[in-house]
Nanobody, 131 residues
Framework: QVRLRESGGGSVQSGGSLTLSCAVS???????LGWFRQASGNEREGVAA???????GYADSVKGRFTISQDIAKNTLHLQMDSLKPEDTAMYFC??????????????????????????WGQGTQITVSS
């Protein structure tokens, strides 16, 4: 079983920083781990991803502001978010995705009806960025 649980959500003013963490279990080195966000509707947008070799990918909208990392020994995934903007407001999910590269995961936009086929998901944590 692949299990994921996010923590670290909250509210911050524009320009501030937050760090998200995700406890992950049950995945293999063939999985990429990533962060997605869902602002409205049912689409989950790839934000950042990392594979077992620490190769990373980022959505253009967060490149230079967000940093993804993992602690393999502790089975944890992190997302450092700096220079936050109101448009970053969303529910953030961590995900384990088999077979795909980090770049592919970070660039993905997944309709809700396809999310189960795409990979495994945490329960989500809310990020709200105020002006």
């Amino acid at each position: 079983q692949v299990r994921l649980r996010e923590s670290g959500g909250g509210s911050v003013q524009s320009g501030g920083s937050l760090t998200l963490s995700c406890a992950v279990s049950g995945y293999t080195k063939q999985y990429s781990l990533g962060w997605f966000r869902q602002a409205s509707g049912n689409e989950r947008e790839g934000v950042a991803a990392i594979d077992s070799d620490n190769r990373t990918g980022y959505a253009d909208s967060v490149k230079g502001r967000f940093t993804i990392s993992q602690d393999i020994a502790k089975n944890t995934l992190h997302l450092q978010m700096d220079s936050l903007k109101p448009e970053d407001t969303a529910m953030y999910f961590c995900a384990a995705v088999p077979r795909l590269s980090a770049a592919a995961v970070a660039g993905a936009k997944i309709p809700g009806e396809e999310s189960g086929d795409f990979g495994y998901w945490g329960q989500g944590t809310q990020i709200t960025v105020s002006s």
